[in-house]
């Protein structure tokens, strides 16, 4: 058969043999989705010179170098999230995104600030998830003054300059978590609250719903002061362990931060599983097990895939804006399981 020349593939693609040429020999502008069109063509009719046209459209692609940081102490988590977003970031089909990713137990702001502006020097654009802290925030500003956007994932952060928010309304989490406790407690009394920190914002607004919810509905609940885990199963399965002793009325306990592999344990050890209502967060294979075996009753979850993919876009939306942009905020519906929809 007669092999493909640049006049076949010009008409499989809709465009005039100059502009093949032109992406052939790199040598002038063709708009991203007009050079795919070709590559596609290329494909399609076994063009000769593939291989070299795919090299020189990737190459043509605008590139965005995107730092991301995750700091948490949940392995399994971050290990979701870090892999949607690569996910996310390949799938753009109009450029080429990489990513340079920070994944960080330690919950030191030090440890954040200094992180922050490592990766300022090699990335267009910063995706952060941390607690807040005043050292942080002075780094997004030192940051965003180089022109270089902040999109604060998971937990909103605060700076003078404008930083991008994607994540949950949680808000409505707490008050989701709440309707929860009032439907499935058979006995209405004390429930007891794990946070992982106060320095995350976001666990404070879950908090915040929570309490409001129990407020609008003056429903006979009592709510124990909110008890820190510090992100450790360790400290979460001694919590849990003390409420329960000191509490044996207890209706419900509510894990709204880190720490749920540790008060699912203590929750197990005491026999009170399938008694005891239990909310927690994400789903995870250790929290999709505590599901069936009843230890936990319902879960409010990110859909990791879809943040990813708004995160990405998000991204690449601010540093198309400029800093003189205002903050973006985007607000990614939850999810919710329970025994039945895993």
């Known amino acids: 058969m007669k092999r493909p020349t640049i006049r076949d593939l010009a008409d499989a ?44 459209v990737s190459k043509a692609q605008a590139r965005h170098h995107i730092g991301v940081i ?8 971050s290990e979701m999230l870090e892999s949607s977003l690569e996910a996310a970031a390949h799938a753009q089909e109009d450029c080429d995104v990489r990513l340079t990713t920070a994944t960080l137990n330690d919950l030191s702001p030090e440890t954040i600030a200094t992180q922050l502006q490592t990766l300022a020097q090699s990335s267009d654009a910063i995706v952060i998830m941390a607690a807040e802290h005043h050292l942080v925030s002075d780094a997004i500003e030192k940051v965003s003054q180089q022109g270089i956007p902040v999109i604060a994932l998971i937990s909103a952060l605060s700076a003078r300059s404008n930083v991008g928010y994607v994540g949950l309304d949680s808000w409505k989490v707490g008050r989701t978590a709440a309707w929860t406790f009032d439907h499935l407690c058979r006995t209405p009394g004390k429930l007891g609250i794990l946070v992982g920190t106060h320095r995350y ?33 360790a400290i ?21 931060g880190g720490g749920i592999n540790g008060a699912l344990a203590a929750i197990r050890a005491s026999g009170l599983a399938g008694k005891l209502v239990t909310v927690g967060h994400e ?7 505590a599901l069936m075996d009843r230890s936990l009753s319902f879960i409010i979850a990110h859909p990791v895939e879809r943040l990813a993919r708004e995160t990405i876009a998000a991204t690449l939306r601010a540093k198309k804006a400029g800093s003189d942009a205002g903050a973006q905020s985007v607000l990614v519906p939850f999810d919710i399981y329970t025994s039945e929809n895993v």
């Open 13 to 56: 693609a809709g465009v005039s043999v100059a502009t093949v040429n032109r992406v052939i020999g790199n040598s002038g502008t063709v708009r991203e989705d007009t050079m795919q069109r070709i590559l596609l063509a290329a494909q399609k009719i076994g063009f000769y010179g593939f291989g070299a046209l795919q090299h020189r």
């Open 70 to 77: 995750i700091q948490t102490q949940h392995r399994q988590f």
């Open 201 to 233: 914002r976001n666990h404070d607004l879950v908090e915040s719903g929570f309490r409001s919810y129990f407020r609008e509905h003056t429903t006979p609940f009592a709510l124990l002061e909110p008890l820190s885990t510090f992100e450790s199963d």
């Open 236 to 256: 979460a399965r001694e919590l849990t362990e003390k409420l329960l002793r000191t509490y044996p009325d207890l209706q419900g306990l509510y894990v709204s």
């Open 283 to 289: 789903l995870m294979d250790s929290t999709k097990a």
